[in-house]
């Protein structure tokens, strides 16, 4: 009886044991980011997750009445992801006083509409002003102590030389990450956080008060030299630039390491930017430790010197800084406005910087811009600024020829979105092993030469077969080599033709053409595609002198814009 109780008791255990591990197995990890071959890519419940989001204005998220009507338009345009602001002052309105309500509105709302969020720290800094503090950190200039300017005004912008700003923020934010811990670690909702926003001084170079203008007059920090000295063949040449016009020297004041000039005062504002960073950026990951990224507000073309722009944010000069300053920090991403995305995006991802665009436009461009950077440079996602205001995803460059949108879900940004949502199983699977590009095309930039596969893609512009004299005005498309002799691309506006590279025939003919769509990951053939679909000259004789066979894929606006293409090869 007493041995029949005893092994009861002993079953009894073991099943509860064996729930609890099955329990603890099922629980996904938290949102993480991950490489994969050359990508880093963000996790999230156990699988890659790609973000195609967007950024409401800085204040929508301090009403949830006004969330409230965001929120339907974000499904309707397909968004995944929406990048929401919480500020500092909205959390810790009386001292010590944390009331996290707001959040947890915004998690409800954005859980019911099926949407991930990911959470802007609007802290010490917002576009390099301290405009997001408490009214009680506003109101004691001596207790929170601020940047002053060659003036010898002080400015509305926290100084970083200082504890106790560092320690408030600090303590403030990790209360926030604790609380999204303890609200969000079974759901995972929010996927990452943004450290403040665009920081940096701006009205000067650099904060020339006392405490500012002693450590200006100390060595550079022997953690930075190290880091200098260590990565010297592979510094970013911006830095190395300064560095070596300075002559290369190893220990010295700032001045001394890195010349008299403006670019100096950058630097030392960045190590300083970054320091205070990371420390907040340990302690909120101590408490929940969810990716954590940075903002910048780019050099624009009419900037003269560092403080036009916020001086110190990580820029491609400060890149460096920012990597040996804050190894707490996962992503430094630039916000993008410039025409020259293209460029800009190339000069973040580099030496180890993921790729993510927290803002940037949501127009037609916008739609070529999320393609490019997440098929050529691996982005973690894209996310337009301004969102819920709609008439800025308006289309910028209308074809005459094209319908206005009818609605929200045909808004260039929601249909490419809504094709990306299809590919975004194959993109994630290809990413980071050399078989997916991007093109991204202008009236200035008409071509790309992509090298994918066993093929050179040439990627044209479309233009009016007739009248070529006409040309779209953005053309974008994304390239997946998913076999052998095998592609499938998305695009808009643009012409892709095929040329071999490999030992063998010299023509690439096209064997079969078919448009469709994913379900699930899976392809759902639609229509074969043929004759007009494909040709794209009848001057064969031409054609075959430079190895081409006259036809290729034809993106025209969002027609056929999945299409999947098998080639083959003659002489
Ligand atoms: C860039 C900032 O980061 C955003 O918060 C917003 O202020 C936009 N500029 C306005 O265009």
């Not at 290809?430 to 990627?459: C, F, R």
Request: proline share 6%.
């Amino acid at each position: 009886m007493k041995n029949k109780l005893l092994f009861r008791i002993a079953f009894a255990g073991f099943i509860m044991l064996a729930v609890i591990a099955c329990n603890k197995k099922s629980k996904p990890q938290i949102p993480h980011l991950q490489k994969q071959g050359t990508a880093t890519q963000l996790i999230v419940n156990d699988k890659p997750f790609l973000i195609l989001g967007g950024e409401v204005a800085n204040t929508a998220s301090s009403s949830l009445e006004y969330m409230n009507t965001v929120w339907p338009k974000l499904n309707q345009m397909n968004f995944n992801t929406v990048l929401i602001a919480v500020a500092w002052g909205w959390v810790e309105p009386e001292e010590g006083k944390f009331d996290f309500s707001l959040v947890d509105g915004l998690l409800q709302g954005a859980r019911s509409h099926n949407l991930k969020v990911v959470f802007l720290w609007f802290g010490s800094w917002k576009n390099g002003i301290s405009s997001f503090v408490p009214t009680w950190v506003k109101g004691n200039q001596e207790k929170f102590p601020r940047v002053q300017i060659k003036s010898g005004k002080s400015i509305e912008v926290l100084s970083t030389l200082n504890k106790t700003n560092l320690d408030y923020d600090t303590r403030a934010y990790k209360a926030f990450m604790r609380h999204i811990r303890e609200v969000d670690s079974e759901k995972n909702t929010v996927l990452m956080i943004q450290l403040q926003n665009e920081v940096g001084v701006l009205g000067d170079s650099r904060d020339r008060s006392n405490p500012a203008n002693e450590a200006f007059a100390k060595a550079v920090p022997k953690e930075l030299m190290d880091y200098l000295v260590k990565n010297k063949e592979i510094l970013l040449p911006e830095l190395s630039k300064v560095w070596e016009t300075a002559g290369f020297k190893t220990a010295g004041t700032w001045e001394e390491v890195f010349g008299t000039t403006p670019a100096t005062d950058e630097l030392f504002m960045a190590w300083n930017y970054s320091q205070y960073m990371d420390k907040m950026a340990a302690a909120g990951k101590a408490e929940y430790a969810l990716p954590v990224f940075t903002n910048t507000w780019i050099v624009q073309p009419q900037d003269k010197v560092p403080g036009d722009y916020p001086s110190g944010g990580p820029e491609p000069l400060t890149l460096e800084i920012w990597r040996a300053g804050a190894p707490h920090i996962d992503i430094n991403a630039p916000d993008i406005y410039l025409p020259n995305f293209d460029e800009w995006i190339a000069l973040f991802n580099r030496n180890g910087n993921p790729l993510f665009v927290p803002e940037s436009r949501g127009d037609l461009g916008g739609a070529a811009n999320a393609f490019y950077a997440i098929g050529q440079h691996a982005a973690i996602g894209y996310s337009p600024f301004g969102i819920d205001n709609t008439a800025r995803l308006l289309v910028e460059h209308p074809d005459p020829n094209d319908k206005a949108p009818a609605g929200l879900e045909e808004l260039p940004l929601s249909r490419a979105y809504e094709t990306l949502r299809q590919l975004s199983p194959i993109i994630l699977e290809h990413q980071g092993k050399g078989t997916i590009a991007a093109a991204w095309l202008t009236p200035e930039k008409q071509t790309a030469e992509i090298q994918l596969g066993n093929y050179k893609l040439n990627v044209d512009l479309w233009r009016n077969r007739r009248n070529p004299e006409q040309a779209a005005k953005i053309g974008y498309g994304i390239f997946i080599a998913v076999g052998q002799d095998e592609y499938l691309i998305s695009g808009s506006d643009i012409k892709v033709t095929f040329t071999p590279t490999t030992p063998g025939p010299p023509i690439a003919g096209l064997a079969a053409v078919e448009t469709g769509k994913f379900e699930n990951g899976r392809w759902i053939p639609g229509r074969k595609l043929s004759g007009d679909d494909i040709l794209l000259r009848y001057d064969l004789g031409a054609a075959a002198d430079v190895n081409q066979s006259g036809s290729g894929l034809q993106f025209r606006g969002f027609q056929h814009n999945i299409q999947r293409v098998k080639l083959y090869r003659y002489k």
